[in-house]
């Protein structure tokens, strides 16, 4: 059973940077695909980002393209989220998963496709 636990959520100003850590362990066999989401109070959870766990192969919702780095350091089994020039519409619950593949590249950021979740670290961004 693959278990992720987030840090790194906090209070930002509008502008500034946080970079989010998923720490993951117990994984089966096999390719996974790891994401972070991101959940407004109101609002439907999103894909923000995703990479191939041991890979270079990433993913990025529009909306973060350019502003957000999501990286990994298979050495510590922690994958993070670098997010540079907050908006106040980042704000929202931040969560880690993990999705099981048959393929060697992400290629999805629906939240429905991913099997393992962790419980979230909060970020909020003040203008």
């Known amino acids: 059973q693959v278990q992720l636990v987030e840090s790194g959520g906090g209070s930002v100003q509008a502008g500034g940077s946080l970079t989010l850590s998923c720490a993951a362990s117990g994984y089966p066999p096999g390719r996974y695909c790891m994401g972070w989401f991101r959940q407004a109070p109101g609002k439907e959870r999103e894909g923000v980002a995703a990479?191939?766990?041991?890979?270079?192969?990433?993913y990025y919702a529009d909306s973060v393209k350019g502003r957000f780095t999501i990286s990994q350091d298979n050495t510590k089994n922690t994958f993070y989220l670098q997010m540079n020039n907050v908006k106040p519409e980042d704000t929202a619950m931040y969560y880690c998963?993990?999705?099981?593949?048959?393929?060697?590249?992400?290629?999805?950021?629906?939240?429905?496709?991913?099997?393992?979740w962790g419980q979230g670290t909060q970020v909020t961004v003040s203008s």
């Open positions: 990479i191939f766990r041991g890979g270079v192969s990433t």
């Open positions: 998963a993990a999705q099981r593949l048959w393929a060697y590249v992400c290629s999805t950021l629906s939240p429905r496709d991913y099997n393992y």
